[in-house]
């Protein structure tokens, strides 16, 4: 049976989704720095759109020429985003409201409103550090964690009960790795993405036209650079974006072998319906993987294989909470007893899928 704030919860994961979608429309648009300040662009609460409004707005900031179209970009971005800061803390009110109610969830919905507000500082930051990488990337996870915790929290309102016998032994970890795969992969595309690397090579299986081409690791992942002035547009050069972009390219091999293992004990399990969902989302987003680079990032393929990362994520946070339920279900019934004894429980007491 569905708890109270179903409804709401999966309002705000469904606009969570959207946050992301728009986030990067906006990254890969060029978009990131079309509002020079924070909240407001241009000093303005929207994109200045008047002569006159324009003209105060490139007095305020000569260093950076007004595009409305990369404004309102970054602003409609930002709006949805305040938004779904706002549906978070009814979600926190209401979890405080209804809190010993049996099944109302309480540190998921503070620890969201928590996030949310640190997302809030990221969004500042990615706007006043110019693009540094290391916020991009940071802000990128942040969002896909928010999106992850509001869907599992969707989940746990939703009241459904995983009655199934318990999970093979190791099918648990198995997910448990597998989803700390994906997050891994998802952070390196987000490090693609904040430095410019997503072209970085444009063929495959090769990347140009050798298995293992000049390659700059140790500028490609200086975690501890300074913040320089400006990084749209990136500053690293060729070898270090190469070696960003093939370990990407490597991850996503890991990530298909896990995932590919995965499903196959999952199907063995007799959890058939989500080895089949889990393969549809890895194949979904090979395809647009490698529809990036054949294509040369189109701006449509590139935020759909953003989603498609996002939709992976949400399938692993599935098959995790599922487990988990299977799990917890099969500890918290009775024991079988001896047959004549009271509260005897037969072994087929759980059924399976």
């Not at 949310?116 to 500082?121: C, E, F, G, I, P």
């Not at 969002?143 to 016998?165: I, M, W």
């Not at 990362?309 to 988990?324: D, E, K, P, S, W």
């Amino acid at each position: 049976m569905r708890k109270p704030g179903y409804r709401l919860a999966l309002f705000a994961t469904l606009l969570a989704m959207l946050v992301v979608m728009l986030g990067a429309y906006t990254r890969l648009s060029h978009a990131g720095l079309g509002c020079p300040d924070w909240p407001g662009c241009y000093g303005f609460l929207g994109v200045p759109m008047s002569e006159q409004s324009q003209s105060l707005a490139e007095a305020r900031f000569p260093e950076a020429p007004l595009e409305v179209a990369k404004g309102w970009y970054e602003m409609v971005h930002r709006y949805f985003a305040g938004s779904l800061g706002l549906v978070i803390l009814a979600l926190a009110v209401q979890a405080l409201r209804r809190r010993g109610t049996p099944g109302q969830p309480l540190k998921l919905p503070l620890l969201l409103l928590g996030l949310v507000t640190l997302q809030a500082a990221f969004g500042m930051w990615t706007v006043t550090l110019k693009l540094w990488p290391q916020v991009v990337t940071a802000h990128l996870l942040g969002g896909f964690a928010t999106l992850s915790l509001l869907f599992l929290l969707t989940l746990r309102l939703s009241g459904t009960a995983a009655r199934r016998p318990r999970p093979p032994a190791g099918l648990r970890a198995l997910a448990a790795v597998a989803l700390a795969v994906v997050i891994g992969q998802i952070a390196l595309g987000g490090w693609v993405s904040s430095n410019y690397a997503a072209v970085a090579c444009v063929d495959l299986p090769t990347c140009h036209g050798q298995w293992w081409p000049a390659m700059d690791f140790a500028n490609g992942f200086h975690l501890t650079q300074h913040i320089g002035p400006n990084y749209l547009g990136g500053q690293l050069d060729s070898d270090a974006r190469t070696a960003i972009h093939m370990t990407h390219r490597l991850g996503a091999l890991v990530v298909t072998l896990v995932l590919l293992l995965l499903a196959w004990r999952l199907r063995a399990a007799g959890l058939s319906r989500l080895a089949g969902l889990l393969l549809l989302a890895l194949g979904v987003q090979l395809a647009l993987g490698v529809s990036n680079v054949v294509l040369h990032l189109p701006l449509a393929v590139a935020v759909a294989h953003n989603a498609g990362g996002a939709l992976l994520l949400l399938c692993l946070v599935l098959i995790n909470q599922r487990l988990y339920l299977a799990l917890t279900a099969r500890a918290a019934a009775p024991r079988p007893q001896r047959d004549g004894q009271p509260g005897s429980v037969g072994l087929n007491a759980l059924p399976s899928e």
